[in-house]
């Protein structure tokens, strides 16, 4: 009951100070997730520096209903230093509304790649609605940078401010860790990604070859 309170508070204080009115739909979400968060690491045999392997979440969630979800992720090959990104939207029902491909550059860090992926997906999710979103993904680092959990580190910081920047295109924005379980199709478009050259985003129809991308997914 503690984390809703402090949840509810904290929007209360944004309101105040910024004048932004938080959804309730949103702040329901990240009291959950916070509270699972708690969950997790006071479980007995959890110390610090382990990895996440008692994480409740195995499959991808859908989002609360008028409120979009989008994955992102980003596959590297350093050896070309190309960059994959990969980004789906989906609603509370499961449907897939849009989906986006690019290639850049690699720029030495994987966690800018993952931060790229991030900005990509917000200008793929911004052609279906403003409205409502939760953005997940797998890469923690940046996530935890996004929501000011983390100090922040100079070399993605610009990537950071344009994320933030494209999120204000939207009524509300939450950004969430999940396990690479819960972000398959987005890490097979970002592999598909790397073998095209072209920027790509494919509203409501979606060509057979991103049909055949993801029907070889396990979700």
């Known amino acids: 009951m503690v984390v809703y309170y402090w949840v509810i508070w904290s929007a209360r204080n944004k309101f105040i100070f910024e004048g932004k009115k938080s959804d309730s739909r949103i702040l329901a979400a990240k009291a959950e997730s916070v509270l699972k968060a708690y969950q997790r690491v006071s479980k007995p045999g959890n110390v610090h520096g382990t990895k996440d392997r008692g994480i409740d979440q195995q499959k991808w969630k859908p989002p609360p209903k008028n409120v979009l979800k989008l994955n992102v992720d980003a596959a590297v090959n350093s050896k070309d230093q190309k960059t994959g990104l990969g980004a789906i939207v989906r609603d509370a029902e499961g449907t897939i509304l849009a989906v986006g491909i ?44 996004l929501n000011n959990t983390k100090g922040s580190r100079t070399e993605i910081h610009w990537i950071l401010s344009d994320v933030h920047r494209e999120s204000k295109e939207f009524q509300q924005v939450q950004f969430s860790f999940i396990p690479r379980t819960c972000n398959t199709y987005a890490h097979a478009l970002a592999k598909f990604a790397l073998r095209n050259s072209s920027t790509d985003v494919w509203v409501d129809t979606f060509p057979a070859e991103v049909q055949n991308v993801m029907n070889c997914v396990v979700s």
């Open 102 to 145: 690019k290639q850049a550059q690699f720029r030495e860090r994987v966690s800018l790649a993952e931060a790229e992926a991030i900005l990509w997906g917000l200008q793929v999710a911004k052609q279906v609605s403003s409205s409502s979103l939760i953005g997940e993904s797998d890469c923690k680092e940046v996530v935890e940078l």
